[in-house]
């Protein structure tokens, strides 16, 4: 089991910016993916951001992409989302997910149900 902790959500203004924190602990060593996933009210969830624990090669949602990035510290099995000229519509619940190796890192951002262990998420709050 791999337990998953965030922090750093709040409110900000638009153009503002925003790092969110996840401290993983437990069997982290099964893991070979580690993303980002929101959801707004209303809305499904939408895959941000994955990263590659062994490699940390990135990909991201075309909607965040030159404004978010995601990074880990794998020493502290913490992962990070550095979140840069936010907009009202990056309003969101903000999950951490992490899930075992084999899948396709495209796959797990369309998908992201395919994540296998989330945190409790933490919400950030852009007003215009």
């Known amino acids: 089991q791999v337990q998953l902790v965030e922090s750093g959500g709040g409110s900000v203004q638009a153009g503002g910016s925003l790092r969110l924190s996840c401290a993983a602990s437990?069997?982290?060593?099964?893991?070979?993916?580690m993303g980002w996933v929101r959801q707004a009210p209303g809305k499904e969830r939408e895959g941000v951001a994955v990263?590659?624990?062994?490699?940390?090669?990135?990909l991201y949602a075309d909607s965040v992409k030159g404004r978010f990035t995601i990074s880990q510290d794998n020493a502290k099995n913490t992962l990070y989302l550095q979140m840069n000229t936010l907009k009202p519509e990056d309003t969101a619940m903000y999950y951490c997910?992490?899930?075992?190796?084999?899948?396709?890192?495209?796959?797990?951002?369309?998908?992201?149900?395919?994540?296998?262990?989330w945190g409790q998420g933490t919400q950030v709050t852009v007003s215009s």
């Open positions: 997910a992490a899930a075992r190796a084999g899948y396709v890192m495209g796959r797990l951002l369309s998908s992201p149900a395919l994540f296998e262990y």
């Open positions: 437990g069997d982290t060593r099964n893991t070979g993916y």
């Open positions: 990263i590659v624990r062994i490699s940390s090669i990135t």
